[in-house]
């Protein structure tokens, strides 16, 4: 594929995905390009990022529009002016609507910071702790109406330990969200994942053999 994907990053605070995702699209043959990043905070740390990678950044606040139809309708608008193709939410912190999420039908990527369908929402970590499971992860999935629901394209797996804290159980599935989100972004630019009957289908995928089984073994 010659042409790159134009693809838009929505943002609304530090940007570690964005960071992920600037890295991934700046090697060469990568199937997608950030072309824009658009956050609905000015103060959001991922500005800075994009700017430090010379991408430009647009700011569309909800708090300046009096409905969230006005809102969404400024977000298409810098959306099509830039001829986006594919839109990445990392960390954007507003739920969109259906009408729009319909609109951009399996061209919006989401992260989301479990193994879904499994603990959508908020505060994952501490509720995989609270649940005492001994896996948790991330996935990166298509957007659909409903909340952190939608196709799944990748997932990562990590061991949850028995001494974590939410905090440190976020930076591991932080630190897999980023290996997770660019290669998921790469399968959709390059064609390769495609929707079919709600599930994501990869051509010429491989998938590891390994089992995990968690704890281990007594000492
Ligand atoms: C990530 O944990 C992501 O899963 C969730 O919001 C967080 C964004 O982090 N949706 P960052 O802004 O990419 O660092």
New binding site residues.
């Given amino acids: 594929m010659s042409e790159r994907r134009r693809t838009a990053v929505l943002?609304s605070?530090?940007?570690?995905?964005?960071h992920a995702l600037i890295e991934a699209t700046s090697r060469p043959g990568a199937a997608a390009t950030i072309a824009v990043v658009l956050s609905n905070r000015a103060d959001a740390f991922?500005l800075e990022r994009a700017r430090a990678a010379r991408i430009p950044t647009r700011i569309v606040d909800e708090r300046d529009h009096a409905t969230r139809d006005a809102f969404e309708r400024d977000l298409d608008d810098a959306l099509q002016g830039a001829d986006i193709e594919l839109v990445c939410?990392?960390?954007f912190m507003r739920i969109l609507s259906a009408d729009f999420v319909e609109r951009w039908r399996d061209r919006v990527l989401?992260?989301?910071?479990s193994l879904l369908p499994a603990l959508r929402g908020l505060d994952t970590h501490r509720r995989a702790l609270d649940a005492g499971v001994r896996f948790h992860g991330?996935s990166v999935h298509f957007v659909r109406p409903a909340l952190d629901a939608g196709p799944i394209i990748v997932q990562g797996v990590v061991p949850v330990h028995q001494d974590d804290t939410p905090e440190t159980l976020?930076a591991r599935?932080?630190a897999v969200?980023h290996r997770c989100y660019p290669l998921a972004l790469e399968l959709v630019a390059s064609g390769r994942a495609r929707v079919e009957q709600e599930r994501v289908v990869i051509d010429g995928a491989t998938v590891p053999e390994t089992v995990l089984i968690s704890p281990l073994a007594l000492r």
């Avoid at 989401?110 to 910071?113: G, K, R, T």
Wanted: aromatic share 0%.
């Fill in positions: 943002v605070g530090r940007g570690s995905n964005l991922a939410l990392a960390g989401n992260v989301h910071p991330c976020a599935v932080l969200e």
